[in-house]
């Protein structure tokens, strides 16, 4: 009779250890297809805001690329030494950087791991161009684009800030001006607040040591 018993305490134990390891292995399964098909999720939503990120920054190569045929039959036209023809050879080495800039972003975008930066930069500088309204970017996110545009525009935000002592705002009006959003763009990024804007772009001009009468915006996009 003990002997059965103890059978019985031996079987009930061995089921249970099996119940047990079964169970534990039926989470590991269910826990690995989870993980996988989130994986598989998350790939196809990156490839998904890849492509559109691709696509805008090839639109915008091509629109620069027709902008550097029209500037050289510009240039072609003008007569050389004139201020006129300085002007559009400034505009042409600017636009033939941001040609530069656009390849090497698509690049980027193409094979992530040429990207230091992460997809996401890229997608959400697509978003604030496409919904500017709507952008509410966190004090992280405006340090990451101020990085990535110093990455690749040669330092420059960092040498005038530096340099100048620029605020966090006149970084960001920089880095705006750098990815070339429009005045309507920067307006609404910054929630319809024209007045600090014009007031910050004021002093950001004096910062720079700008003479009145040229032009802030289009100083930046040369630098």
């Not at 190569?61 to 007569?79: I, P, T």
């Not at 201020?83 to 559009?88: I, M, S």
């Amino acid at each position: 009779m003990e002997l059965s018993s103890s059978w019985t305490l031996v079987l009930f134990t061995l089921c249970s250890v099996a119940l047990f390891f079964g169970a534990l292995l039926g989470f590991g399964v269910g826990f690995y297809t989870g993980s996988k098909r989130e994986r598989v999720r998350q790939a196809k939503e990156r490839l998904k805001r890849n492509q559109s990120a691709i696509y805008y920054w090839i639109r915008e190569r091509n629109g620069y690329s027709e902008r550097l045929k029209q500037l050289k039959k510009d240039l072609d036209r003008s007569e050389a030494r004139s201020v006129r023809y300085n002007l559009l050879l400034e505009d042409l080495h600017a636009y033939e950087v941001k040609l530069h800039d656009c390849e090497r972003i698509i690049s980027s975008l193409s094979d992530e791991s040429l990207n230091p930066f992460g997809i996401n930069l890229f997608t959400l500088l697509v978003q604030m161009k496409e919904d500017p309204v709507h952008s509410d970017l966190t004090n992280e996110e405006w340090n990451e684009l101020i990085h990535l545009t110093n990455f690749l525009f040669n330092d420059i935000i960092s040498d005038w800030k530096d340099q100048y002592g620029l605020t966090r705002l006149e970084q960001r009006i920089c880095c705006l001006v750098k990815w070339n959003f429009t005045h309507r763009e920067q307006h609404e990024l910054f929630k319809g607040n024209s007045t600090a804007l014009t007031k910050s772009k004021y002093r950001l001009k004096k910062k720079l040591e700008l003479d009145k009468d040229e032009d802030l915006e289009r100083f930046i996009r040369l630098h």
